[in-house]
């Protein structure tokens, strides 16, 4: 299984994230297909919020798409969502994460052990600062390539 997730932004840079099979599994397992099949290259974060997160993986843009694939049944952990925590973004139902993720720019630990975390960026979170910001975002800001490796 693939360590690490490379999301290259139109901020200026790549983005890179350390994979956590060992707190959700069937999440990396998905997160690891749908960049391998080039389902995360161009698209946007489209809800960027400062002091607090933003967040992408939709293909329509809006917050409201996913993925073809079923949805994923929560691995809710103790991990704390702290800055560079990479965790899935849901609806009210916990088992319904698909393809959204978020990325916490700050101490959001309120999330603890209702979402799932996957992945911890170990480089590259200056790029994602630099997101531009919105709930929708005017011009948001991409994936251009996402990557395993």
Known sequence: MADTLTLTLSTGGDVVIKLRPDLAPGH???ITKLAQDGFY??????RVIPGFMAQGGDPTGTGTGGSDLPDLKAEFS????VR?????ARTPDPNSANSQFFICFDDARFLDNQYTVWGQVESGMEYVDQLPTGEPVPNPGKIEKATVS
């Open 84 to 88: 560079g925590t990479c965790s899935m």
């Open 78 to 81: 103790s991990e704390p969502h």
């Open 28 to 30: 990396v397992e998905r």
């Open 41 to 46: 290259d161009g698209v946007v974060f489209h």
